[in-house]
């Protein structure tokens, strides 16, 4: 199973849902890895969505796993590309000509889901109006608060800064605008004096 | 006091604009400056009729930038409870009246891409003050209006001059009516839409926005409810422990603050939330006719509306 219950938190921390069928004429998913799972879900309960869809997905590390399934459930517009950096032009080329009742669908990994979410923000779509679904790893996108680098996939606490090399602290703390989370330097204090690191609850 | 700051004005012009609706202007006693506004805000304008106190909200339609005159336009409503006629036929210019500060219940979005606004008859106030707010900051926007014919149109041929390309007009008695599936469909992305009129509208408008597919969070829409008369009703406060009997023609609300009792509001037309007051105890059926609590709330017998809801039945008690 691809879902991953998290535990309550802070409000900054972003909550996901379970993606339903809504109404509209055009529909837009973007997904990655385990998150076409949650699409293969979503085409059983509605027969007619998928011919309106567009959908952009990234494999990761899945390899043909899904890509296969999905070429199956008669999508109008399908594109698979090799990661979020080389979809975005689609994307944003996408919801640059989209109208209103456009309806978006993010599934995977929080990473991918925030980075689609800003885009679609920025595009004018409140983002209390796009519907989220994780699933797949639980690895996040941080942001090194000190040298504003970002580290994709964090999946253990704390980390080494991929850009500066600090000792980074996971925490709730989201930005929207950043997508990503951000990280804080656990040592400041007291240089060299590191907890061992810990995977994301465990 | 229960409200938001009160400004003390003087009648500076009545404009009639036709036969139903007329414009009044106000300026500050006090010779300071208005506070300046965001385009949708209302003022609640106190009237003091014939020892009755009403207090009714109008959408401020001057320009939001202007700190020297207020102006609100309003319809003569014959049937109603009486503050519009008050309006038009007791106040006179040089008159002393009380408004509130500015409340905006109705804003505009400012992250959208364009602003669609929608206003049938008299709603076309609140649009007044958002357009000039909008021109100024060379925002995207659209209206469409619908009005009963050219002769009742207020501000028509304002608007229609100063932006020809924005404005769209709508003669009901011409049987020329908005399209609406066809003015929502293709807007750009990112495009709020808000509408002011009748209920049968603003309804209309949220039913083929839904169906549509538009997030909600892209439908705006304003419907003040005057409060309806209805059979007198008693009421227990029992915090201030008084038993206050509403008359027919007069809110609950009204009566509370009529026996000097404080009690919370903004806009005084179902819409805001502030006025809600918890019941314990009640036998009778209530008469729900606010936009706030939700349909599970009303039948909970637990909360309710003073400034538009009533009561009828044997004891209300509330929490007030
Ligand atoms: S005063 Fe706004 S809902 Fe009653």
């Known amino acids: 199973m691809s879902k991953f219950n998290f535990p309550e938190s802070i409000r900054s921390r972003p909550t996901y849902g379970t993606l339903e069928a809504r109404a509209g ?118 942001q090194c608060v000190h040298c504003k680098g970002i580290t994709e996939d964090v999946k253990i606490d704390p980390f080494v800064c991929s850009h500066c090399g600090l000792n980074l602290f996971v925490r709730d703390h989201y930005s929207r605008r950043l997508a990503a989370f951000q990280a804080v330097c656990i040592d400041a204090e007291d240089p060299g004096n590191v907890p061992p690191s810990v995977e994301l609850y465990s | 006091m229960s409200g938001v700051e009160k400004i003390n004005v003087k009648v500076s012009a009545i404009v009639p604009l036709n036969e139903l609706v007329t414009r009044f202007e106000f300026k500050r006693t006090d010779g300071a400056l208005f506070p300046t506004f965001s385009g949708g805000a209302h003022t609640v304008v106190e009237m003091i009729d014939d020892g009755l106190t009403r207090l009714n909200p109008y959408s401020l339609m001057s320009d939001p930038m202007d700190q020297g005159t207020y102006a609100i336009s309003v319809r003569r409503d014959d049937e109603g409870r009486g503050g519009s006629l008050f309006m038009h036929n007791n106040v006179k210019v040089g008159d002393d009246m009380v408004l509130s500060n500015p409340v905006n219940l109705f804003s505009l979005d400012l992250r959208a891409k364009k602003h669609l606004m929608i206003a049938g008859g008299i709603g076309i106030t609140p649009f007044m003050a958002q357009i000039k707010q909008l021109d100024r900051a060379h925002g995207n926007w659209e209206l469409h209006y619908a009005t009963r014919n050219a002769a009742l149109g207020s501000y028509v041929d304002e608007l229609t001059a100063t932006h020809p390309n924005d404005v769209n007009v709508y003669y009901d008695d011409d049987k ?50 005057a409060p309806q008369p209805g059979k007198p009703f008693e009421v227990k406060l029992s915090i201030s422990n008084k038993v206050i009997t509403v008359g027919e023609n007069e809110s609950l609300l009204e009566a509370i603050e009529r026996e ?61």
């Not at chain 1, 085409?43 to 390899?63: F, R």
């Not at chain 2, 003015?183 to 990112?190: I, K, M």
């Not at chain 2, 706030?292 to 509330?318: H, N, Q």
């Open chain 1, 25 to 142: 004429k055009s529909h837009l998913f973007v997904a990655d890895a385990e998150g076409a799972e949650a699409i293969i879900d979503l085409a059983k309960t509605d027969d007619s969505l998928m011919a309106k869809s567009h959908v952009i997905y990234i494999p990761k590390d899945t390899g043909e796993k899904y890509t296969s399934q999905l070429e199956k459930l008669g999508i109008n517009q399908l594109y698979v590309g090799p990661s979020f950096a080389a979809a975005q032009a689609r994307l944003q080329r996408t919801l640059e000509r989209a109208h209103m009742g456009l309806q978006l669908y993010l599934t995977g990994t929080e990473g991918l889901m925030g980075q689609a979410q800003r885009d679609a923000m920025t595009a004018g779509i409140p983002h209390t109006a796009i519907q989220t679904e994780h699933r797949g790893s639980i690895g996040r996108r941080m």
């Open chain 2, 176 to 225: 020329n009516f908005i399209d609406l599936e066809n003015l929502l469909d293709g807007q750009q992305l990112g495009t709020h839409i808000y509408v002011c009129g009748p209920k049968g509208m603003i309804n209309w408008v949220r039913g083929k926005t839904a169906e549509l597919g538009w997030p909600l969070e892209a439908v705006h829409y304003e419907e003040f409810l």
């Open chain 2, 260 to 320: 000097g009792v404080d009690a919370p509001y903004l806009c005084r037309g179902g819409a805001c939330g502030q006025c809600e007051t918890a019941v314990i105890g009640y036998d009778g059926k209530f008469i729900h006719r606010d936009h706030w609590l939700e349909d599970d709330e009303k039948a909970s017998g637990k909360k309710i509306m003073p400034c538009v809801s009533r009561f009828e039945g044997k004891t209300l008690v509330l929490d007030r």
